[in-house]
């Protein structure tokens, strides 16, 4: 009976602890994604000069939220999400837009890959 | 390198609970749903050691996922047969007075060199002398011999019993250490153990093994610095 009551408090633990990490990686994509498009729309908008400090400030909020994603992703998915968002500073700073608005799209794509893989889906699954 | 260390020395905290909870069996008696368990434990648990990439949480959560549905779904077969006997089978008894049930040895794909190696490991070398033989869900082979085949007991010789036959020696000193439920067992008191100590003229850091039954019947082992020939043990 002991054993049985540990088993199902352990299942139950695990359940648990899933859920809460799903609702942190659907939460860190919604702020990131947030982010990602503001940056977006002021460089269509020609407001270069506000991104550079939007790249910086979205690089730290990367690596903070990096610190729970580690927990439970594999680290090779989120390095290299961390490479490039390395990146978009200084291709902020130095001018080279196109190349800034490919990088905020493809770290966009990279971050709802995650969201994608992790959810417990048919596909994901098997 | 302190990476592998740490993780080994978690995972190895987390299966030996694992298996603990799973409860005790040797692994040559594991049911096939355990045995499949504690391969895929075996197999999960180097991934996160082999690859620093992988989160601990990929190795520590399979496992105790799979400790767990494996105690879940055996106290389920507890109460039902059905459960059981999807997850276990049944006991195959392959042969019957004496007669060996061919088509079931086909059925278990069990061969005659299969057969005759399971009932030699049983200490039979004759297949003439067995009454009954079954394989049970363990793959394990159970041997019911024939009478004449059949040891010989004390209640065939008629030999009367002594006190406390059923009483088997228990650990009551283990490397120094006593072990209070093995007096009680024993119905013995602490001042009857000084005094048997004081008698054969050790003290009780001095002992590696003593055993004690209801008829307090002893043998001690004395540590091998503190060897002095007094081992043998006498009755109260």
Request: net charge negative; glycine share 4%; charged share 25%.
């Given at each position: 009976m002991k054993r049985l009551i540990i088993s199902l408090v352990m299942v139950a633990l695990i359940i648990a602890f899933s859920i809460s990490n799903t609702v942190t990686l659907y939460n860190v994509r919604g702020e990131l994604n947030e982010h990602l498009n503001n940056m977006a729309q002021k460089l269509e908008g020609g407001e270069a000069q506000d991104v550079v400090e939007d790249t910086q400030q979205f690089q730290q909020l990367w690596l903070d939220r990096e610190e729970k994603l580690v927990r439970f992703i594999r680290h090779t998915d989120l390095e290299q999400i961390t490479w490039d968002c390395a990146r978009l500073p200084y291709l902020a700073k130095y001018g080279d837009m196109a190349e800034l608005t490919a990088e905020i799209n493809r770290i966009q794509l990279q971050i709802n890959h995650l969201w994608e893989t992790q959810v417990p889906r048919i596909r994901t699954v098997f | 390198m302190s990476i592998f260390f740490l993780r080994t020395l978690i995972l190895y905290i987390i299966i030996v609970f694992s298996l603990r909870v799973m409860g005790k069996r040797h692994l040559g008696e594991l049911e096939p749903s355990e045995f499949v368990v504690a391969i895929m434990i075996s197999n999960i648990a180097t991934l996160p050691i082999e690859d620093t990439?992988?989160?601990?949480v990929a190795g520590i959560v399979p496992i105790l996922a799979l400790v767990s549905f494996e105690v879940i779904i055996s106290s389920i077969g507890l109460r039902c047969k059905i459960v059981r006997k999807l997850v276990s089978g049944n006991p195959i008894i392959i042969i019957r007075d004496g007669v060996i049930d061919q088509k079931k040895m086909r059925e278990l794909r069990y061969s005659i060199d299969d057969l005759l190696e399971q009932l030699r490991s049983k200490?039979?070398?004759?297949?003439?002398?067995?009454a009954y033989a079954i394989v049970e869900t363990t793959g394990q082979l159970s041997v019911f011999p024939k009478y004449p085949n059949r040891a010989v007991t004390n209640q065939d010789l008629n030999l009367p019993e002594p006190s406390c036959a059923n009483s088997p020696q228990m650990v009551l000193i283990c490397d120094g250490e006593l072990v209070p439920d093995t007096l009680n067992y024993c119905n013995l008191r602490e001042d009857w153990l000084q005094k048997t100590l004081e008698k054969q003229g050790v003290k009780q850091k001095d002992v590696f093994l003593m055993t004690c039954n209801q008829a307090a019947n002893y043998h001690l082992v004395l540590r091998d610095d503190k060897k002095?020939?007094?081992?043998e043990g006498e009755s109260a």
């Amino acid at each position: 009976m002991k054993r049985l009551i540990i088993s199902l408090v352990m299942v139950a633990l695990i359940i648990a602890f899933s859920i809460s990490n799903t609702v942190t990686l659907y939460n860190v994509r919604g702020e990131l994604n947030e982010h990602l498009n503001n940056m977006a729309q002021k460089l269509e908008g020609g407001e270069a000069q506000d991104v550079v400090e939007d790249t910086q400030q979205f690089q730290q909020l990367w690596l903070d939220r990096e610190e729970k994603l580690v927990r439970f992703i594999r680290h090779t998915d989120l390095e290299q999400i961390t490479w490039d968002c390395a990146r978009l500073p200084y291709l902020a700073k130095y001018g080279d837009m196109a190349e800034l608005t490919a990088e905020i799209n493809r770290i966009q794509l990279q971050i709802n890959h995650l969201w994608e893989t992790q959810v417990p889906r048919i596909r994901t699954v098997f | 390198m302190s990476i592998f260390f740490l993780r080994t020395l978690i995972l190895y905290i987390i299966i030996v609970f694992s298996l603990r909870v799973m409860g005790k069996r040797h692994l040559g008696e594991l049911e096939p749903s355990e045995f499949v368990v504690a391969i895929m434990i075996s197999n999960i648990a180097t991934l996160p050691i082999e690859d620093t990439n992988i989160p601990l949480v990929a190795g520590i959560v399979p496992i105790l996922a799979l400790v767990s549905f494996e105690v879940i779904i055996s106290s389920i077969g507890l109460r039902c047969k059905i459960v059981r006997k999807l997850v276990s089978g049944n006991p195959i008894i392959i042969i019957r007075d004496g007669v060996i049930d061919q088509k079931k040895m086909r059925e278990l794909r069990y061969s005659i060199d299969d057969l005759l190696e399971q009932l030699r490991s049983k200490d039979v070398f004759d297949i003439a002398d067995v009454a009954y033989a079954i394989v049970e869900t363990t793959g394990q082979l159970s041997v019911f011999p024939k009478y004449p085949n059949r040891a010989v007991t004390n209640q065939d010789l008629n030999l009367p019993e002594p006190s406390c036959a059923n009483s088997p020696q228990m650990v009551l000193i283990c490397d120094g250490e006593l072990v209070p439920d093995t007096l009680n067992y024993c119905n013995l008191r602490e001042d009857w153990l000084q005094k048997t100590l004081e008698k054969q003229g050790v003290k009780q850091k001095d002992v590696f093994l003593m055993t004690c039954n209801q008829a307090a019947n002893y043998h001690l082992v004395l540590r091998d610095d503190k060897k002095s020939g007094k081992k043998e043990g006498e009755s109260a």
